[in-house]
C-alpha cells in the first residue's frame, strides 16, 4: 500500500540513483511520487531537491526495458570477492589481521551479492512525453516495474483515455519536436540513425580497446608475479604497460570528447584515469619504501636513479603484508576496469558502430 | 502520431507491438521491451492560438489592447486574450504573474529546487558527534538554521518539522553538555 504525503502525494515504490556522470550519481538519490495530476520525480540530494514533473496529460508513452546489468553486476561482484578470498588466505599465512581485513571485504562483497540477487532482474523504464525521453531511477528492477507501471498506466488512463490498435494503426507518422531533438543530439535520433555523429568522426573505440587491452594484461601480469615467484623482467614489463596505457587513455579520453551515446566507456576511461592517480601515489610510496630498504641493507649500492628503480623492481610483494596489499589492489583494479572497460567498448561497437543499416531506417517498419 | 524508439539502440519499434502488456524483441538490438501507449501520442502538440482581435465595445487584453479579452487572470485579474492566458493547476494566469510566482517560490508546481534547512541542521547537530569537540561549533550553527529558517518551506512532497524539532534538541543538549562541562572544569580551578 502505497504511503500518501503531507502535500496529497502517494509515495510509489523503489528508489536508485540518477547516474549522470561517475561520482554524480553518488550522492543523488531519486524517488517517485503519484501526484493529482503529474508523476513528481523527487532527485534527493544531501541538502537540496530537484524536482521534475511529468504531467498525466502529457504521457505519450511508458517504456520498459530488461537489462542485464544484474547479471554483469553479479559477475563482476563474484569475480572481485573470489580475488579478495584467494588474496586472503594468501595473506593469513603472514599476517593474520591483513588476511582478515581481506576475508571481511569479501564477506561484504558475498552479502551484496546475496541481497542484488534477492531483488532480481533489473530493467530501465523510460516515461515519454512530445519533447522528451526520461528515464524513471526508481524503477530499476523488474519487480518494481510490474508495481509501479500499472498505477502510472491507471493513472495516466485516467485523464486520457485508452489507445486501441486500430487508431494507433490509423495514424500517420510525423516527426514531431522530440524526434527533431534526438535527431539533432546524434545518438539519439528516433529513426535509429542515433550514430551519426559517432559515424560522423569515423572513430570506432580503437584508443580504448588498445588502452583497456594493456590495463587488463597488466592486471594479469601483477596477479602472476603475485601467485609465483617475484621476477624481476615481468615488473619491468608491466612497468612499460603502465606508461603504454596512460598514453591510451589519454588519447580515449581526447578521442571519446563529445561523442554520444558513449555513456559506459567513457566511464570506464575516467575511471582508469583516478585509477592511474592512485597508482601513481601508491608507486611513490612503493619507491620510498624501496630507498628505505635500499638504503638501510646497501648504503653504497643505491647511488643513482636506475638503482632506486632496480630496488623497486627486485622488492618482492611478499616480503612484506604492506607491499602484498599494494599488488593485490593493484591486480583486482587492473582486472575489474580492464575487463568492464573492455566489455563495454565492445559492447558499443556491437550495438551501436556495427548496426545493420537495414535497420538505420524507421518508417518502414512502422508501416507494418 | 511520432514514432518511439528502442530506449536501447534508437531504432524505431513498430506500433502494432504496444499495448500488448507483454515483452517483445527490439528488431535491432534485440533487447526486451514493453511499451504502454497512450492517446497522448496521437495527439502531438497542437499550435497555439492567436487570438481574437476586438470588435467594437469588447473588453481588450491588457496586454494586447488589439485582442478581445477572454478570461481575466486568477492572481492579479488583469484581462487576458487566448495568447496571454496560461492554464496552470485549474487556474488561468497571466506570464507576469506565472514568473512572479516562480521566482518568489509561491507556485509549487513551478519549482524545481528546494534547499532543505532541516536537514541541514538536523545534518549539522548529528554529524559531528562523531568528533565531539567539534559541536562547539556546529551546535549554535544548528541552533541557528534550525531557528532562523523554522517558517521555511520543506520538501515539495511535504513532511513536518521533526527534523527541525531533533536538532533543535540535539543541539540545545550538545550546548548544554559544553556550558556545564566549562562551569566544571573553571569551578574545578578556582
Known amino acids: 500500500m502505497a504511503r500518501v504525503t503531507r502535500a496529497g502525494y502517494k509515495r510509489l515504490p523503489g528508489w536508485g540513483p540518477r547516474r549522470t556522470g561517475l561520482f554524480s550519481g553518488v550522492g543523488t538519490r531519486c524517488r517517485l511520487y503519484l501526484g493529482r495530476d503529474h508523476i513528481l520525480a523527487v532527485d534527493s540530494h544531501w541538502l537540496s531537491e530537484d524536482y521534475k514533473r511529468f504531467y ?59 541481497y542484488h540477487l534477492l531483488r532480481g532482474p533489473t530493467c530501465a523504464c523510460h516515461v515519454v512525453t512530445a519533447i522528451q525521453e526520461d528515464l524513471l ?59 551519426a555523429a559517432s559515424r560522423a568522426n569515423g ?30 623482467s615481468l615488473m619491468s614489463f608491466s612497468v612499460f604497460l603502465t606508461a603504454a596505457y596512460c598514453i591510451f587513455i589519454i588519447l580515449a579520453l581526447v578521442k571519446q570528447r563529445n561523442k554520444v551515446d558513449f555513456d559506459k566507456p567513457r566511464i570506464a576511461t575516467w575511471a582508469s584515469l583516478a585509477f592511474i592517480c592512485v597508482s601513481f601515489c601508491l608507486s611513490y610510496v612503493v619507491m620510498v619504501y624501496a630507498m628505505a630498504i635500499g638504503v638501510m641493507r646497501r648504503p653504497n649500492l643505491v647511488a643513482s636513479e636506475w638503482d632506486i628503480t632496480w630496488a623497486m623492481l627486485r622488492l618482492s ?52 | 502520431m ?10 524505431t519499434l513498430s506500433v502494432s507491438q504496444f499495448n500488448t502488456g507483454a515483452f517483445f524483441e527490439c528488431p535491432s538490438c534485440g533487447v526486451s521491451l514493453k511499451v504502454d501507449a497512450f492517446p497522448a501520442l496521437l495527439r502531438g502538440i497542437g499550435p497555439g492560438k492567436a487570438g481574437e482581435a476586438v470588435m467594437g465595445e469588447e473588453a481588450s487584453c491588457f496586454y494586447h489592447p488589439g485582442k478581445k479579452a477572454e478570461i481575466a487572470c486568477d492572481y492579479c485579474g488583469r484581462f487576458l486574450c487566448s495568447l496571454c492566458d496560461v492554464p496552470l493547476d485549474g487556474k488561468h494566469l497571466c506570464l507576469t504573474c506565472v514568473e512572479a510566482g516562480r521566482k518568489k517560490g509561491r507556485i509549487t508546481s513551478l519549482e524545481r529546487h528546494r534547499t532543505l534547512y532541516d536537514s541541514a541542521a538536523l545534518g549539522l547537530a548529528l554529524f559531528p558527534l562523531v568528533a565531539f569537540w567539534l559541536t562547539l561549533v556546529t551546535a549554535p550553527m544548528a541552533l541557528y538554521i534550525a531557528i532562523r529558517h523554522w517558517n521555511a518551506p520543506t520538501s515539495v512532497v511535504g513532511r513536518g ?14 550546548i548544554m553538555g559544553w556550558a556545564l562541562g566549562i562551569a566544571y572544569f573553571v569551578s574545578s580551578r578556582y
Open chain 1, 56 to 114: 498525466f496529460s502529457d504521457i505519450q508513452a511508458i517504456v520498459t526495458r530488461k537489462t542485464k546489468r544484474w547479471i554483469g553486476e553479479a559477475v563482476v561482484v563474484v569475480l572481485v570477492a573470489a580475488c579478495m578470498t584467494g588474496f586472503s588466505l594468501l595473506l593469513l599465512g603472514r599476517s593474520r589481521p591483513m588476511g582478515g581485513f581481506w576475508m571481511g571485504l569479501s564477506l561484504m562483497l558475498v552479502l551484496y551479492l546475496i
Open chain 1, 137 to 195: 531511477p526508481t524503477v530499476n528492477r523488474l519487480r518494481i516495474s510490474r508495481k509501479v507501471v500499472p498505477l502510472l498506466k491507471s493513472a495516466v488512463e485516467q485523464a486520457q483515455g485508452t489507445l486501441n490498435a486500430e487508431e494507433m494503426a490509423a495514424a500517420p507518422i510525423e516527426k514531431g519536436p522530440r524526434y527533431a531533438d534526438l535527431e539533432r543530439n546524434g545518438a539519439r535520433g528516433s529513426t535509429g540513425q542515433g550514430t
Open chain 1, 203 to 232: 572513430y570506432r573505440g580503437w584508443a580504448h580497446l588498445i588502452a583497456f587491452c594493456l590495463i587488463l594484461s597488466d592486471g594479469v601480469l601483477t596477479a602472476v608475479d603475485l601467485a609465483t615467484h617475484h621476477m624481476p
Open chain 1, 317 to 368: 610483494p611478499h616480503s612484506s603484508p604492506f607491499l602484498m596489499a599494494i599488488y593485490g589492489f593493484e591486480a583486482i583494479c587492473c582486472l575489474a576496469l580492464g575487463g568492464l572497460g573492455l566489455a563495454a567498448v565492445l559492447r558499443w561497437r556491437r550495438t551501436v558502430v556495427a548496426r545493420p543499416a537495414a535497420h538505420l531506417t524507421g518508417e518502414g517498419m512502422i508501416a507494418s
Open chain 2, 2 to 11: 511520432e514514432p518511439i524508439a528502442c530506449t536501447a539502440c534508437r531504432t
Open chain 2, 161 to 174: 518539522k521533526g527534523r527541525f524539532v531533533a536538532a533543535i534538541i540535539l543541539s540545545g543538549l550538545q
